[in-house]
Nanobody, 119 residues
């Protein structure tokens, strides 16, 4: 069982910046691809925001390209989401996700952290 704990959400004005962190309680963090999802108010489904493989390859949703950056620190077992030029449409609960890539394909979720972009 892997626990994921997110930090860094909050209220920010449009155009502002936030950095989310997600710490994983596992000794084999390198065996997981990591991702950030978000669920906007009133939406039923979570939207994939960004992914980063164990090797460091990244991918982004079109809506956040050139504004958000995902990264990971394998020594600290932490994945980050640097968010810049925030827009009200980025308001959502952001969830950290881990998918094991060796052996059984376990999937884990964090509890979520609220990001609100408003003036």
């Amino acid at each position: 069982q892997v626990q994921l704990v997110e930090f860094g959400g909050g209220l920010v004005q449009p155009g502002g910046t936030l950095r989310l962190s997600c710490a994983a309680s596992t000794t084999d963090f390198m065996l997981y691809n990591m991702a950030w999802y978000r669920q906007a108010p009133g939406k039923q489904q979570r939207e994939l925001v960004a992914t980063i493989t164990s090797g460091g390859s990244t991918n982004y949703a079109d809506s956040v390209k050139r504004r958000f950056t995902i990264s990971r620190d394998n020594a600290k077992k932490t994945v980050y989401l640097q968010m810049t030029s925030l827009e009200p449409e980025d308001t959502a609960v952001y969830y950290c996700n881990a998918v094991r890539i060796v052996g059984s394909r376990y999937i884990y979720w964090g509890q979520g952290t609220q990001v609100t972009v408003s003036s």
